[in-house]
């Protein structure tokens, strides 16, 4: 059974930071792209970053681009994302996500957790 679990969120004050990791087990994720995407109360679930297997490339949503990063452990099916700067609108719930033959992690992945609560405040 796949389980993505997502740890690191919490509350914290604009333009601070928080790291987000997510463990990933019940499979072999080569060649899957890693990421997060993201939903605030009333709006639509987003893309926020993703990384692919080997070469790790990022790839960044614009909002967050230049504040986050986002990075793996191959060998920990592991992936980590470093919010620094952080802002109001950044408030969401974070999910890890995992997708196939992809360097890029969908609205709809294969693979996605729980969640974890991010809020910021002003």
């Known amino acids: 059974q796949v389980q993505l679990v997502e740890s690191g969120g919490g509350l914290v004050q604009a333009g601070g930071s928080l790291r987000l990791s997510c463990a990933a087990s019940?499979?072999?994720?080569?060649?899957?792209?890693m990421g997060w995407l993201r939903q605030a109360p009333g709006k639509e679930r987003e893309f926020v970053a993703a990384?692919?297997?080997?070469?790790?490339?990022?790839y960044y949503a614009d909002s967050v681009k230049g504040r986050f990063t986002i990075s793996r452990e191959n060998a920990k099916n592991t992936v980590y994302l470093q919010m620094n700067s952080l802002k109001p609108e950044d408030t969401a719930v974070y999910y890890c996500?995992?997708?196939?033959?992809?360097?890029?992690?969908?609205?709809?992945?294969?693979?996605w957790g729980q969640g974890t609560q991010v809020t910021v405040s002003s």
């Open positions: 019940g499979r072999t994720f080569s060649n899957y792209a």
């Open positions: 996500a995992a997708h196939s033959n992809s360097n890029y992690i969908p609205l709809s992945p294969d693979y």
């Open positions: 990384i692919g297997w080997s070469p790790g490339i990022p």
